[in-house]
């Protein structure tokens, strides 16, 4: 099974609900996208998280876009109704 509890071991939940790291207070997702591109992401590029959840940093639901793409993207979630993440 799953264990939440072991993975959230170094984690905490901020209030905006993102995990962060214990040690460093990074946001967790962040992290796991820059090391994806070497341990920096891209200027100006920010990570969506593909299924909505916010909890949910593991490397297939993240995804980097530009600042823009990302804002329009979560407009159009809105005019479809659906859950804004
Ligand atoms: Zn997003």
Redesign the pocket.
């Known amino acids: 099974m799953y264990n939440v509890a072991s993975i959230m071991d170094n984690k905490y939940i901020d209030h905006k609900g993102y995990p962060r790291w214990k040690d460093s207070g990074r946001l967790v997702h962040r992290t796991v996208a820059a090391n994806m591109f070497g341990g920096m992401l891209p200027l100006g590029m920010?990570v969506?998280?593909i299924d909505g959840n916010k909890r949910n940093f593991r490397k297939n639901n993240l995804g980097i876009m530009s600042r823009s793409a990302?804002a329009i993207?979560?407009i159009r979630d809105k005019q479809q109704n659906l859950k804004s993440?």
């Open positions: 920010v969506h998280h990302h993207l979560h993440y």
